[in-house]
């Protein structure tokens, strides 16, 4: 069965900072772009960040630049969501997502996701 399980979420203090993991079984996220997306209720999904596996290369929304950073361990073909600086406005369950391609596009499967809460 392939599923996306996502973990690490949780409470931090304003200015703390907190990592989302993002573990892939019955596929492998060797040959696949991973994407995070965030939401709040009430509001559209946003998008968050990408590792474009085609070409390695790493892209943030503005809001995440220089203070998320992804990455990923193919040896536990887990992906991983470092995120610094935090805020309120960083409040939002977070979604993991492995593409169907190399490419940030289509996504093909999601994780169930992560509750982040940014609070004193």
């Known amino acids: 069965q392939q599923q996306v399980v996502q973990s690490g979420g949780g409470l931090v203090q304003p200015g703390g900072s907190l990592r989302l993991s993002c573990a892939a079984s019955?596929?492998?996220?060797?040959?696949?772009?991973v994407e995070w997306f965030r939401q709040v209720p009430g509001k559209e999904r946003e998008w968050v960040a990408c590792?474009?596996?085609?070409?390695?290369?790493?892209f943030y929304a503005n809001f995440a630049e220089g203070r998320f950073i992804m990455s990923s361990d193919i040896s536990r073909n887990t992906a991983y969501l470092q995120m610094s600086e935090l805020n309120s406005a960083d409040t939002a369950t977070y979604y993991c997502?492995?593409?169907?391609?190399?490419?940030?596009?289509?996504?093909?499967?999601w994780g169930q996701g992560s509750q982040v809460t940014v609070a004193p």
């Open positions: 997502a492995a593409a169907r391609s190399s490419w940030c596009s289509d996504v093909e499967y």
């Open positions: 019955g596929f492998s996220l060797e040959n696949r772009a």
């Open positions: 590792f474009r596996r085609r070409d390695n290369r790493l």
